[in-house]
């Protein structure tokens, strides 16, 4: 099974700064996908961004970007201009190119500072 | 367009008892998942359906079965609830393009007393 890991249980951001959440991956192959899901206290999961790995470019949505270093296997998420309602659960996910099936890593919690 | 719905969306079992999770989507994806979510676990993958009439086993298969009723349905069913199954389930579909983008319904807390 491929792993997924997020070494920050909890995160905490001050509304308006930035703040990075950490993601590393371990696979041997060379075709697969990224996701960030979000997961406020309505339990509803919500997709942030996402990234091919033959895509040098990181992905970019709005507030949100990553910083996919495919050689180091790293997905960060950054979020800028942190806003209250970004406060979350945070998912690193990963899906093999071959499979239809996610890996998930254990979470984020992301509190919001007004 | 309702995405992805699920049914209960609480529950209380005794050890022993049955019961059926209920999921459906109305995008007419192919795809669908069914996760649990355990505190400090993230989301593991019980079993998924590829394709209508098709399913398999995901990470943590064992004392669950499911049923991919047509191409909008796919329910999950403990046969025999313990207090191991205490957790939330998240029932997902995805399109078929090249991320396979899954989209979750709102999930079920399940408690096994």
């Known amino acids: 099974a491929q792993t997924v890991t997020q070494s920050q249980p909890e995160m905490s951001v001050q509304e308006a700064e930035t703040v990075t959440l950490s993601c590393t991956y371990d696979?041997?192959?060379?075709?697969?996908?990224l996701f960030w899901y979000k997961q406020p206290p309505s339990r509803q999961m919500i997709l942030v961004i996402r990234q091919e790995a033959y895509k040098q470019q990181n992905a970019t949505e709005n507030r949100f970007s990553v910083n996919f270093q495919k050689a180091a296997k790293s997905f960060s998420l950054k979020i800028s201009d942190s806003q209250l309602g970004d406060a979350a659960m945070y998912f690193c996910?990963?899906?093999?190119?071959?499979?239809?099936?996610?890996?998930f890593g254990t979470g984020t919690r992301l509190t919001v500072i007004p | 367009n309702a995405g992805v719905t699920q049914t209960p969306k609480f529950q209380v079992l005794k050890t022993g008892q049955s019961m059926t999770l209920q999921c459906a989507q109305d995008m007419n994806h192919n795809s669908m998942y069914w996760y649990r979510q355990d505190p400090g676990m993230g989301l593991r993958l019980i079993y998924y359906s590829a394709s209508e009439g098709t399913t398999d086993k995901g990470e943590v298969p064992n004392g669950y079965n499911v049923s991919r009723l047509n191409k909008r349905e796919f329910s999950l069913r403990l046969e025999s609830a313990a207090p191991s199954q205490t957790s939330v389930y998240f029932c997902a579909s995805s399109d078929g393009g090249a991320f396979y983008e899954q989209f979750f319904g709102p999930g079920t807390r399940l408690t096994v007393l």
């Open positions: 996910a990963y899906r093999s190119g071959g499979a239809n099936n996610l890996f």
């Open positions: 696979t041997s192959e060379s075709d697969y996908y």
